[in-house]
């Protein structure tokens, strides 16, 4: 149980370019979900909290119009990454939180990431 | 605010040695969670444990163990007879509860942890 997918795992696209990125919890519902960014050799940096049905809160120096989040279910959030550019390669990470119960309930599950890389 | 400070950037060990990785953390929260996650090669986290503000007991599920000490606001982590599957980045993370439950999680800066053959 608790399983977060997201897609694509890799993406590489022209400056410029929208990219946008699926997280999915496959076996839970969440009606919060949260995006990290995460440099390499370097630990997770919260970009914002997704919650269903209402606007994304998003971290200070997050650009909310260049990062925008939508989670239009509770299984389901995206992330589009707006005019790409070079200084956006990143892995980012998404993951949900579990609110149905039980002994991990309010943990986060995170997906496996999807590696950007703006050329 | 909140803080985490894991201060072994890297541990490299030999297999079968046992190791403790550090984690400390600062919140002027009374109810708060604690976190581990283990992030291997491939970069998935992988939760290991959660414990709450006000649950201090140790907990081993098997070679893994965590010591939380409300006292000293720590919360090590300690392999037994390492193994190089183990070897990935670990991060210990703090997050704070409310009555929406727990919220957005701060992170150490992760220890990478090595295992030799």
């Known amino acids: 149980g608790a399983v977060v997918s997201q897609h694509p795992s890799r993406v590489i696209c022209k400056s410029g370019t929208s990219v946008k990125i699926e997280c999915r919890s496959l076996d839970f519902q969440a009606t919060t979900m949260f995006w990290y960014r995460q440099f390499p050799k370097q630990s997770l940096m919260l970009m914002a909290t997704s919650n269903e049905g209402s606007k994304a809160t998003y971290e200070q120096g997050v650009e909310k119009d260049k990062f925008l989040i939508n989670h239009a279910s509770l299984t389901l959030s995206t992330l589009t990454v707006t005019s790409a550019h070079p200084e956006d390669s990143s892995f980012y990470i998404c993951?949900?939180?579990?609110?149905?119960?039980?002994?991990?309930?309010?943990?986060?599950?995170f997906g496996p990431g999807t590696r950007l890389t703006v050329l | 605010a909140q803080k985490v400070t894991q201060a072994q950037t890297e541990i490299s060990v030999v297999e079968k040695e046992d190791v403790t990785l550090d984690c400390v953390y600062e919140?002027?929260?009374?109810?708060?969670?604690l976190f581990w996650y283990k992030q291997p090669p491939s970069g998935e986290l992988v939760f290991l444990i959660r414990r709450n503000s006000f649950d201090e007991q140790n907990e081993i599920s098997g070679r893994y163990s965590w010591n939380f000490q409300k006292s000293t606001s720590s919360f090590n982590f300690t392999i037994t007879a390492s193994q190089v599957v183990d070897s990935a980045v670990y991060f210990c993370a703090l997050s704070e509860a409310n009555l929406q439950g727990a919220q957005k999680l701060v992170f150490g800066q992760g220890t990478r942890l090595t295992i030799n053959p």
């Open positions: 919140t002027r929260d009374t109810t708060y969670y």
């Open positions: 993951s949900a939180r579990d609110t149905g119960g039980g002994r991990t309930t309010d943990t986060q599950y």
